[in-house]
């Protein structure tokens, strides 16, 4: 059985999603993954990542989020 650890837990204010970040330990040794649950309603939808490409995610909504704050700054 795998070994489950909430990282954290919080809604999408324009569309009330629930997004859930976990990380997932195999028991059988293999490597962790984050796991990024998001909740519609009564719908699912579950991603499990490497350490990869959540970096990659991560540095993409990071500069994203930079260039936002920039604009918003110049108004």
């Keep these: 059985m795998s070994q489950i650890s909430e990282l954290s837990k919080f809604r999408i204010p324009l569309g009330n999603q629930e997004i859930e970040l ?40 990071l500069h994203w989020a930079e260039s936002q704050e920039a604009k918003a700054d110049e108004r």
Excluded: P, W, Y
Excluded at 44 to 60: K, P, Q, S, W
């Design 22 to 61: 976990q990380q997932i330990d195999h028991e059988a040794g293999g490597m962790s993954m984050l796991r990024i649950r998001i909740r519609e309603a009564k719908r699912f939808t579950i991603c499990d990542i490497d350490a990869v490409t959540a970096r990659n995610g991560a540095e993409t909504m």
